[in-house]
């Protein structure tokens, strides 16, 4: 039990949960308290111990099922689907197996049956796991990657049973029966028994390296969940993995907003507050026993987005906007502008919008520009410098997001140069890779003198990576 | 490790935690009951997680109403800080006390031929002034000082700050206080701790590791019809089954904020305080601000009800193909969300 125990537990870390050392104790310690007849009991007692975020439940009960919902129970399916198939050949297993066991008694001594032929014989179906799973340890199953070994540590794991030399066993022992004098059709019977037994053993021990696989492809799902996806281009991701991104990025926000309030924190201490200080200790007819200071507040910055939301940058686009919209609440002022050739702001759709829904209506061009049209950096940014210029000011962060195929019009590079000449800071982000940038119809060049920061932005690590340098 | 060797009351099993809780209103399931019953097995501070409004502050109070035990309730919030939490020194009563006992101190003093020889007279007594007389016990503090066991409860733990936390980390871990100028503390009696968390932040590792996690999630259907039936007791069984069954649905969809069983609770009393039998659509549209609490996620609500109203009243009239239209009339006003 201890030991299965702490098989599962590893299993549990190998999928990424962390479970520290204390806390399998308390494991243990939780065990001690319960009586372990019921399953959900146990279940709930190993959760509440190990798994302590509610996201890895999910992944806990999966794992849980597939570890402690006994391989016996596949047996018990197995060895009963083949009480059945002989029954329905005429053969009553309970008889037959009974007068075996007679036989074998009168013969007792002589006969040295093997540990798995006793099981099989006797319909031992725990000492039979045992062995099973004895063998598959020595055979090294838990290696296992993919579908085409499970042949492969199947028959290894034969192997290490002697299921080979077991059914010599059995077949000598149909033999001695004969010579004892058993009736044809009876010894016909036997020898039907013996080959189903065979076959079903082997049927188990496949099922049994196919439970391990289904393990292992568990912690590989896991571990692609938790570590690929942030260096995953964000060109490349599929339907499926944008809704786990999305988990991610939420994620990834939340930490943001967590290192702002510390931040916070540390600035608090400033000059001595004497207005406050005296009013705090006026109960103490003014002696000042308790001294306030003023707080210094530093700045939440503002935000000014412009985002391309041409097709072909569609799904950064979807991300960076995802991630704004998560730390809204982490600027005092964001505003939010999407462009193709024409420019609009959907600002208000942020702040009206559950998020997806605004995500969604921010990249269809939120009502107010046409985004079937092909992309001119220019001419948005000389839109903007025309009509929106004025919404920025010196604690400003203006954030571009655009791949900078400009289609070969005029880059009016200047009016980036007035935005930055007003703003904090300008931060390009390009989900191109830098040795692309100034080549075909790309205008990267052009603007970069007069950006802070340009960055690649391609994958979630990439971006978070910006995000850090911008506000903290 | 037992908790405590001292008569008091105890659950007994898991099954034990499941009955007492009932007897005082509280359904629940395996699940909780296991770890309430860990909990008080092993001395463990229990993290309970989850949506709010499904009954993390109240599993707590009722747990703490079985047990017979006194709940302390510490509600964490921004700037929560450890003066707020453990302890204060009473400067004003310090005051008060030096000025009335200004004579007492003065007597003291007399005799004294230097300030240094007066400040160690002063100093001698210092223990005076600063002795748990003076001290304003704060809600870790009382549970900590407390002669009968207690039960703490440290609310909406993921308001507080992250220094906050580490702070309450050590109190957690050995039950014990110290104050510079009167000495370590140590617990009477171990309280049973709990700590609800909405789940604004994550919890550090380092918090989670130390407390059993427990996470309560809206309840199956059938449970809640249960809860639902404790809560309000005057509510008709089939009503009651609509009323979750409707919830659900509108769990399922991507709301701003999901309604929990509080608000299945406070549905239930709206709809018999306006004496409602069944669920009619009328009634069902015009109390829904009641369970949800943006206008967009009403609204939501709405286009969900409409379809599923038109989808019944097609099923409807897919049964009757030929039926008398005033029966089918009569179903699509009312009865047609159960």
Known sequence: MQKKVIAFTNLLRKSGIRVSVAEGIDAFNALDELSLDDREIFRDALRTAMVKRGDDIAAYDELFELFWSGFYDNLRQAFDQMEGDLGAMGVDLDQILRQLAEMMKEMDGELDLSELAKALLTQDLSQLENLIRQAAQEAGTGRIENMLQVGFFSRRTAEQMGLEGASQELENLVERMRAMGMGDAQIQQLQELMRKLM???????????????????????????????????????????????????????????????IRKKRLKRGKLDLHQTLRRNMARGGIPFEVVYKTRRKDRPKLVILCDVSSSVANVSRFMLQFMYSLQEAFTKIRCYVFVAELGEVTSVFQEKDISAAIEKALDGGDVINVYTRSNFGYAFHEFWKNHLASIDKKTTVMILGDARNNYNDAKAWCIRDIQNKAKNVVWLNPESPSAWGFGDSVMDRYMPYCDIVEECRNLRQLSKVVDQIIL | MRVNEREEAMFKSVQDVIEQLGDQGYICDKKIATVVFLAQQLGKPVLVEGPAGVGKTELAKVVAKALGRNMIRLQCYEGLDEAKALYEWEYSKQLLYTQILKDKVAETLAGTQTLAEAADRVGAQDSVFFSSRFIVPRPLMQAITSEKPTLLLVDEVDKSDPEFEAFLLEVLSDFQVTIPEIGTIVAKSMPLVFLTSNDAREMSDALKRRCLHLWIDYPSEELEVRILDRKVPNIDKRLAEEVVG?????????????????????????????????????IVSDTLNVILKYEGDVEKAQNELAKLIKKRTAEVAAEKPQGAPAAEASAVKKGILH
């Open chain 1, 199 to 261: 076959e079903t053993v082997r049927r188990t021990v496949r099922t049994f390296t196919e439970r391990e696989l289904q393990q292992q492809n568990h912690n590989y799902m896991e571990k692609f969940r938790r570590e690929m996806l942030t260096e995953k281009s964000f060109y490349h991701l599929t339907e499926d993995e944008i809704a786990r991104m999305r988990e991610v990025v939420a994620r990834l926000a939340q930490r943001i907003k967590n290192i702002l309030s």
């Open chain 2, 246 to 282: 409707l919830m659900n649905r509108i769990r399922a969809l991507d709301l701003k904020k999901t309604p929990s069983i509080s608000e299945t609770l406070d549905w239930a009393r709206a709809l018999l305080a306006l004496n409602a039998e069944e669920l009619e659509d009328q």
